[in-house]
């Protein structure tokens, strides 16, 4: 291989390696600052959920209304992993 084969090749796994973790920290900050919104989730789990949740059950909500929010899985998931993932960031700070 060329020296000037080789340094484009070097340059080319350089600028992606940055990309990567330039959308790596991106991404990290979003996730912090999501912060606010799984509070949001939590507390919404925690109060009003329930009653949503069965008035769903009881067919009491219109059929074309998005509503992953009230799967039963699907809220509580969510949250585990948000907690999962911001452990796992602390661990390594």
């Not at 959308?23 to 979003?30: M, T």
């Not at 509070?39 to 909500?61: I, R």
Request: proline share 2%; aromatic share 10%; hydrophobic share 35%.
């Amino acid at each position: 291989m060329k020296q000037t084969e080789r340094i484009t090749q070097m340059e080319n796994l350089f600028d992606k390696s940055n990309e990567v973790i330039r959308q790596l920290h991106k991404a990290v900050d979003d996730f912090y600052a999501l912060q606010p919104v799984i509070s949001e989730l939590e507390d919404y789990y925690k109060t009003n959920w329930h009653a949503d949740f069965e008035a769903d059950e009881e067919g009491k909500l219109p059929a074309d209304l998005k509503r992953g929010v009230l799967s039963e899985d699907g809220l509580w998931d969510l949250l585990e992993e948000y907690q999962r993932l911001k452990e796992c960031f602390e661990e390594n700070e």
